[in-house]
Nanobody, 126 residues
Framework: VQLVESGGGLVQAGGSLRLFCVASGRTFSAYTMGWFRQAPGKEREFVAGFRSSGANSYYADYVKGRFTIHRDNAKRTMDLQMNSLKPEDTAVYYC????????????????????WGQGTQVTASS
């Protein structure tokens, strides 16, 4: 499986960005998919994701209400719409997948994911 992210950039606080992730591989609809981010000097943290197929989405509390995740199984894409960006959202954002169906309590665990994209930088300036 290969994952390619795009859409990062520099915006002022309060602005918006949309990130995209394109995946190769079979049975895309069965993947558990998620977005993670890592700021300098900090651990990688969960942002949002789907357990599988895209029927249910999950968000970290610190992005809930501002970020929206969407998945298109036919196009093998997942995107993350980020609104009302804050300086603390500044990080490298990664798309990640696993072929396993994760339980909700492990969805946020980066160690559960098998494949990662190269990351895309998001910077929200104050």
């Amino acid at each position: 499986v290969q994952l390619v992210e795009s859409g990062g950039g520099l915006v002022q606080a309060g602005g918006s960005l949309r990130l995209f992730c394109v995946a190769s591989g079979r049975t895309f609809s069965a993947y558990t998919m998620g977005w993670f981010r890592q700021a300098p000097g900090k651990e990688r943290e969960f942002v949002a994701g789907f357990r599988s197929s895209g029927a249910n989405s999950y968000y970290a509390d610190y992005v809930k209400g501002r970020f929206t995740i969407h998945r298109d199984n036919a196009k093998r894409t997942m995107d993350l719409q980020m609104n009302s960006l804050k300086p603390e959202d500044t990080a490298v954002y990664y798309c990640a997948v696993t072929g396993r169906l994760l339980i909700i309590s492990t969805l946020r665990d980066s160690g559960q994911y098998d494949y990662w994209g190269q990351g895309t930088q998001v910077t929200a300036s104050s």
